[in-house]
């Protein structure tokens, strides 16, 4: 559909898409509201607690359009530049925790027909798995045979495709001016020489050029009469692919006559999504059939390769398998339609939640997590979380939950449109742009200036020198201290951030303002973890972001900066980090495996002298 054409269409219905949707949002909300209306004695309760919550609330100010921005006083907002309002008119902040909670009662529950279960820790089976591909043949294990002197096909001693051949077997025979002149030349030269002189060593020479190997030498001293055919040999051991050369036709030298291939050598090549690949490994075997045809399940291969590179437009890789045993009737340029077959040994242990608890939120996914109960009712939380691969209807937790808290697993939609009506963190509220903002700020690209950085010099590189401290102190194990250095970074990071958009001016502004919110939430994220473990998982999201400020900013402090990794962290999937040490120093494991994994890469500091210079 043309651009035009889906503009007219969204104008023309898009007002009646939105208003059912929010039917469908009111229908909901309308349920829930009546029955968790609070009843009066509850009303008498919380109204202390409302007008103590109302008053902190007064004294910050946010912004309509950006619930996540907080300030002290009046001002615009950083990010679209609106007036700001006091916190108490705007809602929930996206710092307070109330933001993201919804209580109902006990009608309210079962009216809305909510379900949870709890997160688990269970062993993986294997994933079910089902890939395409084709039989291939690369470059190294098929090749042309080409005419190695010019002249005719009198005979192709080869005629069908898929022949077996040798190597160094005849499979056409050539006339050639060249090859008859030639060995007449020799033929003249041994009958004047008897054997000897310069002539002959000249004619030898000559035929060995034309491409005569030396045991035909042989056989050509020995003849009485020049040979006018020319035997074309196989070069190698396979199957005849195809037959480019007829009988009676001309040929110039070089040209490809047959394509011959080993098909002992054969590989399947596999395409495998974006989403599918981190649950593909080396070694995995694969059941093969063709499409639209029965196979014996004898016929498997196993995974050799996995090319690290997508296909820009498909966004799928190739994946290579080798065959066991024999082909059982498989063509090259066949369709095969691929299962995973189950994998031997012991399974891997992972947390887990059902499929069906999880609400996608760009990059993320939001879940609702069941609380406490009071006598209001019982509390649901609205939580982002990182999940990983689909197993056999159930999804791999990476972070954001703990064994044994419960998720609504049937119901969360209901209950997104209720927060969506209340304000509260939902799929539709605008704290979700951090999954958009930290998409922009992946492709950011650097260094400002010094003129461009200014004022916000001096606070960039604290804010830098905060994630370092925070970084030390979670690798020994002290979360008070590195969320004391996360508090200084986020208040290092105000700075910059009034610096900048006072400075800043397009396109840099636009840089800046896709990587400052992300910024602050994941140093929030770091603020508000309760326990060692959790501030640990939430620091890959803070270095992801800190290695984006570093490639707009470049290495701000006075010592270089180490960029290390562990392989094993996250349950297998790796966690970067930087730190100051030279050594390696486990922010994610800490004193339990402190020195585990390697230092990549080294920032040297950024000469700002010389920058200085270049300026003037």
């Known amino acids: ?53 109302r008053a902190e609330l007064e004294s910050k100010w946010t912004c309509s359009m950006h619930p996540q921005v907080s300030a002290p006083q009046a001002g615009l907002c950083p990010l679209c530049g609106m007036k700001l309002i006091p916190a ?25 027909m909510l379900a949870t279960e709890a997160v688990r820790l269970e062993a993986l089976p294997t994933p079910r798995l089902e890939l395409w591909g084709e039989l291939e043949l690369g470059a190294g294990e098929r090749g042309q045979v080409s005419a190695w002197v010019g002249g005719r096909v009198e005979r192709l001693r080869v005629q069908r495709v898929g022949a077996q051949v040798k190597r160094g077997q005849v499979i056409a025979d050539l006339y050639s001016p060249a090859l008859y002149q030639a060995h007449q030349s020799l033929l003249t030269a041994l009958k004047l020489k008897r054997g000897g002189g310069a002539a002959t060593r000249a004619a030898k020479e000559r035929l060995r050029l034309l491409g005569v190997r030396e045991s035909e030498l042989k056989q050509l001293i020995k003849a009485k009469r020049p040979w006018r055919r020319a035997p074309l040999r196989s070069d190698r051991d396979g199957v005849v692919l195809s037959i480019q050369a007829r009988e ?87 369709v095969l339609r691929a299962r995973l077959v189950e994998r031997e040994g012991p399974r891997p242990f992972k947390l887990t939640i059902p499929d069906s608890a999880a609400l996608l939120a760009g990059e993320q996914h939001l879940v609702y997590v069941e609380g406490p109960e009071s006598a209001e009712g019982r509390s649901y939380e609205a939580r982002l979380v990182r999940l990983g691969p689909r197993v056999g209807g159930r999804r791999v937790v990476l972070s954001g939950l703990r064994r044994g808290e419960r998720v609504v697993s049937r119901g ?32 950011l690209e650097g260094p400002l200036s010094l003129a461009e950085l200014g004022a916000a010099l001096a606070p960039l590189k604290a804010l830098t020198g905060a994630y370092l401290d925070a970084q030390a102190q979670l690798a020994e194990g002290s979360l008070q201290s590195a969320q004391a250095a996360l508090k200084a970074g986020l208040s290092e990071l105000e700075r910059a951030n009034k610096a ?117």
């Open 412 to 443: 969360a939609f209901t209950l997104d449109a209720e927060a969506q009506l209340r304000g509260s963190l939902s799929l539709m509220s605008p704290s979700l742009t951090l999954a958009q903002h930290r998409a922009e700020a992946e492709r």
């Open 1 to 53: 559909m043309s651009e035009p054409s889906h503009r007219a269409l969204l104008k023309r219905w898009g007002p009646h898409l939105a208003s059912l949707s929010l039917g469908a949002a009111l229908s909901a909300s309308l349920l829930l509201s009546l029955a968790d209306a609070p009843q009066p004695s509850q009303r008498a309760q919380s109204a202390s607690a409302h007008h103590e919550q």
């Open 500 to 616: 900048l958009n006072e400075q800043l001016t397009q396109p840099a502004s636009s840089l800046w303002r896709a990587l400052a919110p992300v910024l602050r939430a994941d140093l929030s994220a770091g603020l508000s973890a309760h326990s060692l473990s959790d501030a640990r998982a939430r620091f890959d999201d803070l270095t992801r972001s800190l290695e984006r400020l570093l490639a707009l900013t470049g290495n701000l402090t006075d010592a270089p900066i180490y960029a290390a990794s562990c392989p094993m962290a996250f349950g297998g999937h790796g966690g970067r980090w930087l730190q100051r040490a030279e050594e390696v120093d486990n922010v994610y494991y800490g004193d339990e495996m402190r020195r585990c994994g390697s230092v990549d890469d080294e920032l040297k500091p950024r000469d700002l002298t010389a920058d200085a210079e270049e300026r003037r």
């Open 88 to 112: 108490a008119e705007g809602g929930h902040s996206h710092g307070d925790s109330a933001a993201s909670q919804l209580k109902l009662n006990e009608v309210a529950q079962r009216r809305a």
């Open 248 to 334: 009676g036709a001309y040929v110039a030298e070089g040209s490809p006559l047959f394509e011959i291939g080993d098909m002992s050598r054969a590989w399947v090549s596999l395409r495998a999504p974006l989403s599918e690949l981190e649950s593909l490994k080396v070694g995995d075997r694969f059941e093969l059939r063709p499409h639209g045809a029965l196979l014996s399940a004898s016929a498997r291969g196993v995974v050799n390769l996995i090319e690290p590179t997508l296909n820009t437009r498909s966004r799928v890789a190739r994946v290579r398998l080798s065959l066991e045993g024999e082909l059982n009737g498989l063509h090259l340029g066949a």
